[in-house]
């Protein structure tokens, strides 16, 4: 069965302080994998497309890898502002482009 | 560029009773999908459409659930009867295509009562 697993479930972190989240994933073909931003009240924010292992992509603070069985969302120097549900979700080959997404991790981070 | 559009934002209804719920894509977008979201949970696809014909609906409860997406543009998702355990934010999402990053609208919160 293909699943989705993201840890921790929570993450406190003081501004500044730089962490990984994790996500791992046991799918019979990956297609992509993508992570997004989800804020209280809102829906989830696209942040990154990852296609192939070794692939690394970054937008200010954020920065995503790829492995064949994980994928890592690495916040330098986090900010307050950064505070947020993060989600994983990956696409199948063969399965169009339905994501099947992780649990999240909750992020806060704090003066 | 707007975003995707989604109303109502808030609804309560009694369990039995029926509800709607509307979603504009992005322009252009012509694979639209929604998402079920519990409380605590990641999103889980309901239906993906094609312009406006239906790709997946393999989780959609379809004894209560039904969607359309008319002219390809925009669409409607209906519980009819309604469950308690149907409490949950419904989101619309959009792609260019069906190999595209995925836009989410702001979500419809339903709470049955």
């Known amino acids: 069965e293909d699943q989705v697993t993201q840890s921790p479930e929570a993450l406190r972190l003081q501004e500044g302080e730089s962490s990984s989240l994790n996500c791992s994933y046991t799918v019979s073909g990956l297609r992509g994998l993508f992570w997004y931003r989800q804020d209280p009240g809102k829906g989830p924010e696209f942040l990154f497309t990852l296609y192939s292992a070794g692939e690394e992509k970054e937008k200010e603070r954020l920065k995503a890898t790829l492995t064949k069985k994980e994928s890592f969302l690495h916040i330098t120097a986090p900010k307050p502002e950064d505070s947020a549900t993060y989600l994983c979700a990956v696409a199948l080959t063969g399965g169009g482009n339905k994501l099947t997404f992780g649990t999240g991790t909750q992020l806060k981070v704090e003066l | 560029e707007a975003g995707v559009a989604q109303s109502p934002r808030y609804k309560i209804i009694e369990k039995r009773q029926s509800v709607a719920f509307w979603c504009n894509p992005i322009?252009?977008?012509?694979?639209l999908y929604w998402y079920q979201q519990i409380l605590g949970q990641g999103p889980k696809l309901l239906i993906q459409f094609q312009n406006n014909g239906v790709v997946d609906d393999s989780q959609l409860p379809k004894d209560r659930f039904s969607a359309e997406r008319l002219k390809g543009v925009d669409s409607t998702l209906k519980i009819q009867p309604a469950k308690l355990e149907d409490s949950a934010v419904y989101l619309c999402?959009?792609?260019?295509?069906?190999?595209?990053?995925?836009?989410f609208g702001p979500g419809t919160r339903l709470t049955v009562t």
């Open positions: 999402a959009s792609s260019y295509s069906r190999g595209e990053g995925q836009y």
């Open positions: 322009s252009g977008h012509a694979t």
